[in-house]
């Protein structure tokens, strides 16, 4: 079974910068790609970012393109978002997600099976 717990929100100023952590247990094999999304009051979930673990290839939607950055511990056992250059409308619930499918086969995108509770993130 596997469990994620996000951490390191908070709320900071426009220009600022947070990290992200979701600590992960359970089989590595069944967080196969691991990804980061966020959902603002009255919008959408939105896939942040994405990393497979298998093969290392990561995506970034182009909003947090050059500002945010996705990585993982060697232990495999905690996910990072490292947010810089924040706005205010990076404002909003941030997630952790894990699936045991490569993140190429993952459709939805956001059809990911393991979920975190969430983390807040504020800019102002």
């Known amino acids: 079974h596997v469990q994620l717990v996000e951490s390191g929100g908070g709320s900071v100023q426009a220009g600022g910068t947070l990290r992200l952590s979701c600590a992960a247990s359970?089989?590595?094999?069944?967080?196969?790609?691991m990804g980061w999304f966020r959902q603002a009051p009255g919008k959408e979930r939105e896939r942040v970012a994405r990393l497979d673990t298998v093969d290392r290839s990561a995506y970034y939607a182009d909003s947090v393109k050059g500002r945010f950055t996705i990585s993982q511990d060697n232990a495999k056992d905690t996910l990072y978002l490292q947010m810089s250059s924040l706005k205010p409308e990076d404002t909003a619930m941030y997630y952790c997600?894990?699936?045991?499918?490569?993140?190429?086969?993952?459709?939805?995108?956001?059809?990911?099976?393991?979920w975190g509770q969430g983390t807040q993130v504020t800019v102002s």
């Open positions: 359970g089989s590595t094999y069944s967080r196969a790609c």
């Open positions: 997600a894990a699936d045991p499918r490569p993140c190429h086969e993952i459709d939805p995108i956001n059809a990911y099976i393991h």
